[in-house]
């Protein structure tokens, strides 16, 4: 026999068990989606490189040693896509949707960045991501953090805070890292090696090290707020207050970085202690300056995107309950082929009602068959057998609650269950 052939390391099956808290989160996100006008948008799982490269920032983790990157067989540079936002701006601009025009879409798919697996953390993973163009004050920002809030709700899924912040604007940034470098510098010292390494390249990630030895220097650095330019200040501010009319929980984090640099202004994160060391189930932000870097027209915009590992691991914990897709109806027929083709005909005639039915295939004597009617999740198992069939009857046995077994004519056979399924 050959050696069996193993998955990718960091990249998942996800199989039927785990597959319906994803279809839940799938199709709960989609209603809240929809119900705050967003459109869903597809675009390739592979880009040039210079996209990311672009977008992302060449100093970054992401674009510096986690990108899938390869030649084609043209010698063209391709990488899988790390995220979303980047395609989603490309495609945008591509396809004339941005300039001078408000939009919001939202998009899910798999995304691939080389980190070193761990729970929650994979080579392979889902987003849902949600990016608007073209509005640029913070009632939008404040709409997004809104979205995300109910969509927990709607879920049901406990466990989550949320942290917000104001990167600035490049200028201000610009300035704060000076600060910040210079207070780096005369705690040198006290650097890890991790941050030694960051302090020219790319200092503002510093202040997002989960080394605890780093903690007292980070929390000794010149804060970001304080280096605030005016315009972005009020945006802030406004915000806020668009979140506590709302009712809605946040702390201000002067810390949060995030570790891709096209953000500007608002950023804001959704946290858990209940996953360990990978804690943010879902991340976004302003980036005002994206689509012009990209080569489209000055275009505000904002997003976010959940990771779906993370979420589901969380709802998973908590024991939540799961779209049913099981199916309902078990057909067990024992005969000759003129009984299967009978038996075929109703399995089809009850689907036509709506119902799940699985019709049994491969043969088998009744025994057999009940044990896969029990296995297969259905409530009830039909029993057509040669002396059903003769009759035109069929038997409805109750593999799950005691219900006494009855004969019933195939005729009536929908009404039967419908009554019993409600
Ligand atoms: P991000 O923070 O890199 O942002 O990723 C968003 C979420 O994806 C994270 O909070 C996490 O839940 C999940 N995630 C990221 N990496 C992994 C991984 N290796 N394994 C499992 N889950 C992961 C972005 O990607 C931005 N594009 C978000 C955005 C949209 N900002 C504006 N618009």
Redesign the pocket.
């Known amino acids: 026999m050959s050696k069996v052939i193993q998955a990718v390391r ?1 990249m998942n099956d996800l199989l039927p068990d785990v597959i319906e808290h994803w279809q839940r989160v799938e199709d709960v996100s989609r209603d809240v989606l929809h119900a705050y006008g967003y459109r869903e948008i597809r675009f390739p799982v592979l880009e040039k490189t210079e996209l990311f490269a672009r977008s992302i920032g060449q100093d970054t983790d ?1 674009v510096e040693k986690e990108m899938y990157t390869f030649e084609d067989r043209n010698g063209d540079s391709l990488t899988l896509r ?5 395609g ?1 701006v490309r495609a945008g601009i591509e396809n004339g949707l941005l300039h001078n025009q408000m939009q919001r879409f939202w998009y899910a798919g798999a ?1 691939f ?1 080389h ?1 070193r697996p761990q729970k ?4 392979q ?3 849902i ?3 608007a163009f073209g509005m640029p004050g913070p009632d939008i920002d404040a709409e997004l953090i809104l979205l995300t809030a109910r969509l927990w709700n709607a879920l049901a899924v406990e466990g989550l805070s949320l942290q917000i912040n104001s990167l600035g604007t490049p200028e201000s940034r610009a300035r704060y890292r000076q600060e910040l470098v210079r207070y780096l510098e005369s705690r040198r010292a006290d650097l890890d090696e991790d941050s030694q390494r960051r302090l020219n390249r790319n200092p503002l990630r510093i202040l997002d090290s989960k080394n605890p030895a780093m903690r007292e220097v980070i929390n000794e650095a010149p804060s970001m707020m304080d280096h605030l330019d005016d315009a972005s200040r009020k945006h802030f501010e406004q915000l806020c207050k668009y979140l506590d009319r709302a009712d809605l929980r946040y702390d201000i984090n002067p810390r949060l970085v ?3 640099d ?2 500007t202004r608002t950023v804001f ?2 946290v858990t202690d209940r996953l360990g060391s ?1 804690a ?6 302003r ?1 005002d300056g994206l689509v012009e870097m990209l080569g489209g027209k000055p275009t505000p ?11 589901v691991e969380l709802l998973a914990q908590q024991g939540s309950s799961v779209n049913d897709t099981k199916p309902q109806i078990y057909l067990a027929i024992v005969g000759e082929s003129a009984v299967i083709q009978q038996g075929m005909r109703l399995a089809e005639s009850l689907r036509d009602q709506g119902l799940r039915v699985v019709c049994n295939c491969g043969g088998g004597n009744l025994k057999t068959q009940l044990k896969r009617a029990d296995r297969s999740g259905a409530r009830y198992a039909l029993l057509l057998g040669e002396e059903e069939s003769k009759r035109q009857s069929i038997t409805i046995k109750d593999l799950r609650q005691g219900e006494d077994q009855v004969l019933v004519p195939q005729s009536a056979v929908v009404k039967h269950l419908k009554q019993r399924l409600v």
């Open positions: 960091g992401i790390p995220e979303g936002t980047a989603c995304m960045r980190e929650g953390r994979y080579r993973f889902h987003q991501g949600v990016e995030r570790g891709l096209y953000y994160e959704w990978q943010t189930v879902c991340a976004g932000g980036y915009a904002a997003g976010f995107a959940l990771g779906m590992e993370r979420l």
